[in-house]
Structures are given as structure tokens and as C-alpha cells.
């Protein structure tokens, strides 16, 4: 099948027309969660890293996949799933791009401990 018309020829497309993408596993803090998942970028774009996707202007939302979360308000609720998550970027405090080959669910599982620096 061939793209439709009027669409970008340089885009890579799969049989159903979706655009492909690499799914990048990234840990998260925001204002009030700790968000283990995958976010999805564009291989051999300018929006080709994490980094790339987090600074554009227009973008308002990041989508993410397969997620793990827990509250920081409520740390001793248990921590949940999702399919999918949409976060707001305006409340994103830390983003960090993990390897597949990190144990990044087993340190997340952990509660995060408090310093006091007093």
C-alpha cells in the first residue's frame, strides 16, 4: 500500500499507515508522580531523542505507554498501571531516558527516601 496522497514521502509508514516509532523507556518526575513508561520518538527525525520531543514549542502533552506510577503526595498508596498516560509537559520536573538494559522497574518499586539536608 502507498502512503496517501499529499502525505510526506520521506515518512517512514507500516502496512497500516502508522507512523513508526521507537519506543524509549524514560522514568519521570512531575508534580505530584513518579511515572515509569515509554515514550515514543522518531527515528531519523530532528525529533530523533528525548530531548528533541521535550523542547518543542508547540508541543503541550507527552503520550506514554505502559506505565507505572505512584503518587509523591501519597507515597504509601500502591503503585499503579497504565495502557497509557498523557502528561502535561508544564508539570514535568525530570525526565531520564533509561537503557532497555536497566533494571529501572526493580529501583523505581522502591519508595524514595527523604533528605533532610537540616
Not at 515509569?36 to 503541550?60: A, C, T
Not at 503518587?71 to 503503585?79: A, Q, T
Amino acid at each position: 500500500m502507498k502512503p496517501m496522497a499529499g502525505a510526506d514521502p520521506s515518512a517512514a509508514y507500516n502496512a497500516n499507515h502508522k507512523l513508526q516509532t521507537e519506543a524509549i523507556r524514560v522514568s519521570m518526575i512531575t508534580d505530584d508522580y513518579e511515572i515509569d513508561g515509554f515514550m515514543h520518538i522518531k527515528p531519523g527525525s530532528y525529533q530523533s531523542r528525548v530531548s528533541d520531543v521535550l523542547n518543542i514549542k508547540e508541543l503541550h502533552f507527552i503520550p506514554l505507554t505502559n506505565v507505572n506510577y505512584r503518587s509523591l503526595r501519597f507515597p504509601n498508596e500502591p503503585r499503579r498501571t497504565a495502557d497509557t498516560m498523557i502528561v502535561r509537559l508544564d508539570t514535568i520536573k525530570m525526565v531520564v531516558p533509561l537503557d532497555s538494559q536497566d533494571k529501572a522497574s526493580s529501583s523505581l518499586s522502591k519508595p524514595i527516601e527523604k533528605i533532610n539536608p537540616w
